[in-house]
């Protein structure tokens, strides 16, 4: 099945600055790659997907790039702010499975 | 509009007895899932509903967990026997169609067996 591996597990940054969070996942039929931002106490909150016929996306301060010939694709947030702070977690999926594989979490603090 | 919802938002039983958790997907999503998180580690796929299919259930970690799905909407996760290692939190999703739609997370049901 499916492996998806999320790298680092815990990320801090200076407030205004960037962060990078990367996963590779190991099957090549997975398509679908979403991003999602949990906040204590909360569920995910989804904030951004990519589908494997574009190879970057872009949501204001927000974007995910994919590279599905080495099947690794990032999360890049840029200016960040104190509420970006949270844990951060890669998915991908499939269209031919019912599954979604998700990453092991990135724990990111934004330092102000 | 309403989002999942899940309840109870907090569950503390007593190892051995039999626990139910609900989830309430969003009107319309014909696909639900449900996860395991445990403290500090990343989601665990458990069951997973489509319409009128049969369910995957391939993630259920023993014959202790089961999960039913009424009508096509609301959701029961039964944990018979509760032991030690069920504590963690149980998340719920809904999403339009297939798995390559988005999944819309309820909050989470955090249970605690003693």
């Known amino acids: 099945g499916e492996n998806v591996e999320q790298h680092p597990s815990t990320l801090s940054v200076q407030e205004g600055d960037s962060a990078v969070i990367k996963c590779t996942y190991s099957?090549?039929?997975?398509?679908?790659f979403p991003w999602y931002k949990q906040e204590l106490g909360k569920g995910p909150q989804l904030i951004i997907d990519i589908r494997s016929n574009v190879g970057e996306k872009k949501d204001q301060r927000i974007a995910v790039t994919l590279n599905k010939t080495a099947k690794h694709f990032s999360l890049h947030i840029t200016e960040t702010q104190p509420e970006d702070s949270a844990v951060y977690f890669c998915?991908?999926?499939?269209?031919?499975?019912?599954?979604?594989?998700f990453g092991t979490g990135t724990s990111l603090t934004v330092i102000p | 509009g309403a989002g999942v919802s899940q309840s109870p938002s907090n569950k503390v039983t007593e190892k051995g007895k039999d626990v139910e958790l609900r989830c309430d997907p969003i009107s319309g999503h014909t696909a639900l899932y449900w996860y395991r998180q445990s403290l500090g580690q990343g989601l665990e796929f458990l069951i997973y509903?489509?319409?009128?299919?049969?369910?995957?259930k391939s993630g259920l970690p023993s014959d202790r967990f089961s999960a039913e799905r009424t009508g096509g909407s609301v959701s029961t996760l039964t944990i018979q026997r509760t032991q030690q290692e069920d504590s963690a939190v149980y998340l719920c999703a809904s999403s339009p169609d297939r798995s390559t739609d988005t999944q819309y997370f309820g909050p989470g049901t955090r249970l605690t067996v003693l």
């Open positions: 998915a991908a999926s499939m269209v031919t499975g019912n599954q979604f594989y």
């Open positions: 099957d090549s039929a997975s398509n679908y």
């Open positions: 509903f489509q319409g009128n299919s049969a369910p995957d």
